[in-house]
């Protein structure tokens, strides 16, 4: 059974089926906040007995990485090693829990030999399996079909993918009733706006700002501005803003901001502009096809055919996607286009591309503006 994880609630019981438990997603918060929940649940806090711990991305002792080295040199796998620790009988205990870091970075022909074992496993234990970059795994790595749908038959999955801008905000007011206060809407829109949703840092911040409102109990729209520090993306995004009503002041006053008191990289700053303007550009291609704020893109199937794979459809859907709405509608297509070829000619500068001049990156921003606020 697979369980979507968006929040987990404080001091409800965990829905636990089976022998064979899976974490996957990469909200690093929620599946730590997960992990620890779950082996409180499964064992007592003396009972390291009944407790082992394993990293696939480390180095083990006495095994072998394939099933012909095993069967040459008579020695268990990896995954003969975890199988085995899962189907030895608890010492004086109630069952044994094997947690095992970093599973997706097993061969495939070790995670079959997995699958084969799924019913193994006696009922009084558990097989723990962590997966996504908790553990420090290798992006691109990822689990096989079978066994995703072995553990899905035997077991419990838990998804702790990285939550929306909705379900971030739903976080925010779950955990701050839990403390007997509340957020106000523009707090919570600009909170999100300065944090993101990736929960560490929002959990952080919400900390602050409780203590902050006290026995106020109401968190305003004034203390997420005195406490919470702007991201460079803020900035980025109220850059946009002013190219689009060629205010080359403020947009200069801006870039400096960014680099100058925010200490934001060139380098960095650069792939942001350019990802602000994508997203305008996709915007505006549903905008014209009919999508207004608070409606599905999905609706809009002709529109989002033209959008790449990876596009700006799950922005549009929360609060966000008014502020890009009206970024769109301030930018005609040759606009647009200008706008494109302005930040193509920065990157080939910064590069010294095809026999174009090479600039410093902060040189090339500042020109990059002007282009932009000239049109």
């Not at 001091?11 to 779950?38: A, F, S």
């Not at 072995?150 to 419990?156: L, V």
């Not at 002709?302 to 990876?310: M, Q, R, T």
Request: glycine share 6%; aromatic share 6%; net charge negative.
């Amino acid at each position: 059974m697979i369980h979507k994880y968006t929040y987990l609630p404080q001091n409800d019981t965990l829905p636990i089926q089976g022998t064979w438990l899976l974490v996957q997603g990469d909200e690093e918060y929620l599946k730590r906040t997960l992990i620890e929940r779950l082996r409180a649940t499964l064992l007592a806090d003396d009972d390291a007995f009944n407790f082992d711990l394993l990293d696939v991305a480390e180095r083990w002792e006495g095994v072998v990485e394939t099933a012909e080295q095993a069967k040459r040199e008579r020695m268990p796998t990896r995954a003969d090693k975890l199988l085995g620790l899962a189907q030895a009988l608890p010492f004086l205990g109630n069952g044994r829990l094997v947690m095992v870091r970093n599973v997706d970075t097993l061969s495939t022909e070790q995670q079959r030999r997995l699958v084969a074992g799924v019913a193994t496993v006696p009922p009084m234990n558990h097989l723990l399996l962590i997966a996504g970059s908790a553990g420090g795994g290798k992006k691109g790595n990822k689990l096989i079909p079978e066994l995703q749908k072995a553990i899905d038959k035997a077991g419990t999955i838990y998804d702790c993918s990285p939550l929306s801008e909705e379900e971030a905000g739903t976080w925010v007011r779950t955990v701050l009733d839990g403390w007997g206060q509340k957020i106000e809407a523009n707090a919570l829109r600009l909170l999100l706006t300065r944090t993101g949703t990736e929960l560490l840092r929002l959990r952080i911040e919400v900390d602050k700002l409780s203590l902050l409102a006290g026995d106020q109990n109401t968190i305003r729209a004034a203390d997420v501005e005195l406490l919470t520090p702007k991201l460079a993306e803020e900035t980025v995004f109220h850059l946009t803003d002013a190219v689009a009503t060629r205010d080359t002041g403020q947009v200069m006053a801006m870039l400096h901001e960014l680099l100058v008191d925010q200490l934001e990289e060139p380098a960095r700053l650069f792939p942001m502009i350019v990802r602000q303007f994508r997203l305008i550009w996709q915007t505006k291609i549903l905008l014209d096809a009919g999508w207004k704020p608070r409606q599905d893109p999905e609706n809009f199937p002709d529109a989002v055919a033209k959008l790449p794979e990876a596009n700006v459809s799950a922005s549009l859907k929360g609060w966000m996607g008014g502020k890009l709405y009206a970024q769109a509608r301030q930018f005609t297509w040759p606009q647009l286009t200008a706008a494109y070829r302005a930040l193509v000619e920065c990157d080939m500068a910064g590069k010294a591309i095809d026999g174009v001049p090479r600039q410093e990156m902060d040189i090339a921003l500042e020109m990059l503006c002007v282009k932009l606020c000239r049109g």
